[in-house]
């Protein structure tokens, strides 16, 4: 009988595999000087801000993935009113570098911005910037946020 009370106890016992659950780890919750072209993979959904909230390119879809030349970037599209445009780049200590292109050769846009402290390389904030602005395409501050499902 005390062999059972002994199995049981060591049965309830947490065991140090527990942090493979802690939100804290470095391999769930990279830092944003950790952050890899490996993080930036998956869907992301960025919001721009324009002259009113209503704007058109107010929002946009980012499908990211490896990029098949450059072993530390990424490539991928991104959806926005409708057009399809490709983007590669990368992210080094924090600093996120997109380049987008409508027509697949020359750059249309980039974004430019910082990976969010405390925010699991999940959130990253900072500027899209049109190739050719006009007062109609003017730069536009933005965030990326990382889908559900899309690690």
Known sequence: MAVAFVLIAISAYPTSASSQNDPKSTAACPSAADM??????????????????????????????????????????????????????????????LEESINGTNISATWTGQVVDGSCGKEIRGTWNDANPTPSAPSAPFVLRKQVGWQ
């Open 36 to 97: 890899d072209h490996q993080h930036l993979q998956g869907r992301w959904l960025a919001q721009l801000q324009g002259a009113s909230p209503d704007a058109p390119g107010a929002t946009a879809t980012l499908q990211l993935g490896p990029h098949p030349e450059l072993a530390q970037s990424v490539r991928g599209t991104v959806q926005r009113n409708g057009a399809t445009a490709q983007v590669s780049g990368d992210v080094d200590g924090g600093d996120l570098t």
